[in-house]
């Protein structure tokens, strides 16, 4: 239909992921999906673009009769290629994930599922980004479209600023099992990173990073504490960088 809502739908963890299958299917509830996304992981790439390779864009018939392309890019060259090489317009709205691991606290830095949706927060496009704590493969993403579907549906009802994207975290439970859900801040925590020092076939040294995720910020308001005690976290996001506290701090620095 002419005035039917438009969405694209990404991701980082590839067409070929169980998570982008269920957001396609719960995101067509809400209009006519189009899918662009990796054709292969891209897990961690943050908000990295293409610009030393050709981007290649294949149309797919992997989500039936959603219309759907794989790209050999990044998550966010898979929104600018969306944007304005496929739907040659802006989208009504922009989902990512549903990723395979939480994406909350700073993993948001290096998360391509996230960086989707600060992207289209740029272009001025409602955006969220979805995650599930749960790595397997093969996760259940029933309660992620539950209340995923309650998240879109409010963003719909009471839009915000254009500008920011929600960062949606549901937490290793089931439907029944989640508590709620609860909007917070991120969490101030970080990876403790090591590398481990390894030899290939040929006796030469490579490293493997390694590291735990260190959870040094207990306050009750974040995102963490949110999905330690069973509820699905909503973080809004913007890509101003800008320490605005700081930023009157210095302003009379005499440099």
Not at 19 to 40: N, S, T, Y
Not at 217 to 225: E, G, K, S, V
Request: net charge negative.
């Amino acid at each position: 239909m002419e005035n039917e809502r438009l969405i694209l739908v990404t991701n980082d963890d590839s067409v070929h992921a169980k998570g982008i299958h269920a957001l396609v299917e719960m995101a067509k509830q809400f209009g006519r999906v189009v899918v662009v996304a990796p054709d292969k992981p891209q897990s961690g790439m943050g908000h990295a673009i293409t610009i030393h390779d050709p981007i290649r864009l294949s149309s797919t018939a992997i989500f039936g009769e959603v219309e759907a392309y794989s790209c050999s890019g990044t998550p966010v060259d898979c929104v600018k290629l969306g944007i304005y090489e496929v739907l040659h317009r802006k989208p009504d709205l922009i989902f990512s994930g549903i990723n395979h691991g939480e994406n909350s606290s700073t993993n948001v830095l290096y998360s391509g599922t996230m960086s989707a949706a600060i992207e289209g927060a740029m272009e001025g496009i409602p955006s969220i980004g979805f995650s599930l704590a749960d790595f397997d493969a093969n996760a259940d993403f029933s309660a992620t479209q539950y209340f995923g579907a309650k998240i879109v549906q409010q963003l719909l009802d009471q839009p915000i600023s254009s500008s920011v994207c929600l960062n949606v975290n549901v937490p290793k439970l089931t439907q029944s099992e989640i508590q709620g859900i609860q909007v917070c801040k991120q969490a101030h925590a970080y990876w403790a990173d090591r590398f481990e020092r390894r030899k290939d076939q040929h006796g030469r040294d490579y490293f493997w990073l390694t590291g735990e995720f260190s959870d040094v910020d207990q306050r009750p308001d974040t995102d963490l504490h949110a999905l330690k005690n069973g509820f699905v976290s909503v973080v809004p996001t913007h890509f101003d960088l800008t320490a605005y506290e700081t930023l009157e701090r210095i302003k009379n620095w005499k440099i």
